[in-house]
């Protein structure tokens, strides 16, 4: 079977060749730099960001959220990990989710006609929060994974009038809160701050590890229906300069812009990311499973895809858990979680859309699987400790992608 790989020289020049494009650069006496996104790079970051995400994705809504906020004269700075003021405080924002979540707490609640706030007021508000129980005053956002984590960070940067970093803190979607680079550096997310989608505040101010973090934020998600937004990893100027992925939205804004930039110019776009990426096309074929199960706080997939062109008579199998986590070519292991596996539309090169839930697969849908080394940080021992194949269960030692192709 045909197997791509490109260099990865050509895929860091174009990342840090990206951040000049800006039309706006704004500096202010005691003022770090930051730079104003426009529409385009701003629809690049989320087309990318999904890519990124390891998952399908939906980028309609976030793309009409931003264009809305745009419209309403709203400015998306952006600042880069080496212009952030080792003094200032920077936090993540994000939606965490509750699979198998209590829905006879939602029923009481309506029976109750409980009032709710938006998603944009918590996302808001839960930024306030911990800034509050903190006493420091949040300087800029960070996302805390790809996806429609990236879509709130941009937006409540935006509404607040702050700069969004261009780093992460994980570089893809994770389905657990510890799995993170500022905890394989030693930095905690606590003290957090969650609100419910009914207005309910709730302060970790202490909690024995990461694990416990991530095991309180989602009980509350699941007893609030399955959801709750969620503030995280207070960190200063000078600990983000450890505990993130620098150019990590300039890494997104390139992913978008190649696949966009390739169907314009009638190119293959997968072909494009390819040649832009250390990436390995691993597999492309039909989605004949997707089953689904929301249980313990995730959405667990179990997939299965028929090979077509010169795959054609193997089997593709994915284990999910929210996200892409190992696959198996014809069963055996093809590549595993910490390296990045994405799930992409051959037409669009953009995730794939469609599945139900997190992680899921549009049946009858062809997709195309690529895969990527994950960031050195991932790999390291307490990395692949946090998400590397024995932490889902599974009895084998984590073997890079680039030795199994």
């Given at each position: 079977m045909t197997r791509s790989k490109m260099g990865s020289i050509t895929f860091f020049l174009l990342v840090t060749l990206i951040i000049p494009v800006s039309k706006t650069t704004i500096t202010f006496a005691n003022e770090p730099q930051t730079r104003i996104l426009n529409e385009q790079e701003l629809i690049d970051i989320i087309v990318g960001s999904c890519i990124?995400?390891?998952?399908?994705c939906e980028t309609e809504e976030s793309i009409k959220q931003i264009t809305k906020a745009l419209s309403e004269g709203k400015e998306f700075k952006?600042?880069?990990?080496?212009?952030?003021?080792?003094?200032?405080?920077?936090?993540?924002?994000q939606g965490i989710g509750g699979g198998g979540a209590?829905?006879?707490?939602?029923e009481r609640t309506q029976k109750q006609n409980l009032p709710t706030i938006t998603e944009s007021e918590a996302n808001s508000r839960v930024v306030d929060l911990l800034s509050e129980h903190m006493g420091q005053e949040v300087k800029?956002?960070?996302?805390?994974?790809?996806?429609?984590?990236?879509?709130?960070?941009?937006?409540?940067a935006a509404s607040k009038g702050i700069p969004t970093i261009d780093a992460g803190i994980t570089g893809r979607a994770v389905p657990e809160v510890q799995q993170s680079i500022p905890w394989i550096n030693g930095i905690a997310s606590i003290p957090t701050a969650i609100i419910t989608r009914w207005g309910d505040e709730i302060i970790i101010k202490d909690a024995v590890d990461e694990y416990r973090v991530e095991d309180l934020s989602r009980a509350i998600a699941v007893a609030s229906g399955g959801d709750a937004t969620i503030t995280m990893?207070?960190?200063?100027?000078?600990?983000?300069k450890q505990g993130a992925i620098p150019g990590n939205l300039s890494e997104a804004m390139l992913f978008g812009k190649t696949v966009r930039e390739a169907r314009q110019r009638g190119e293959d776009p997968i072909a494009a990311l390819l040649a832009v990426t250390n990436?390995?096309?691993?597999?492309?074929?039909?989605?004949?499973?997707?089953?689904e199960r929301g249980d313990r706080g995730f959405n667990w997939v179990d997939v299965e895809i028929e090979g077509i062109n010169e795959y054609k008579g193997s089997i593709y199998k994915i284990f999910v858990k929210n996200e892409n986590i190992i696959a198996w070519l014809d069963d055996a292991v093809d590549v595993m979680s910490p390296d990045y596996i994405y799930n992409l539309n051959p037409k669009t090169g953009e995730s794939i859309t469609g599945g139900i839930g997190y992680g899921g697969y549009p049946l009858n849908e062809?997709?195309?699987?690529?895969?990527?080394?994950?960031?050195?940080?991932?790999?390291?021992r307490k990395g692949v400790e946090l998400i590397?194949?024995?932490?889902?269960?599974?009895?084998?030692?984590?073997?890079?992608?680039e030795d199994l192709q």
């Open positions: 990124q995400s390891t998952r399908g952006l600042i880069s990990a080496d212009n952030f003021p080792n003094d200032w405080m920077v936090v993540a924002v209590w829905e006879h707490v939602i800029a956002l960070i996302r805390s994974e790809a996806a429609g984590a990236t879509t709130t960070a941009l937006l409540v990893t207070p960190m200063s100027g000078e600990q983000i990436g390995y096309k691993l597999f492309q074929g039909i989605v004949t499973k997707s089953d062809e997709v195309v699987m690529i895969g990527l080394p994950a960031h050195e940080q991932w790999r390291n590397g194949p024995k932490h889902f269960g599974f009895d084998f030692e984590y073997i890079p992608i």
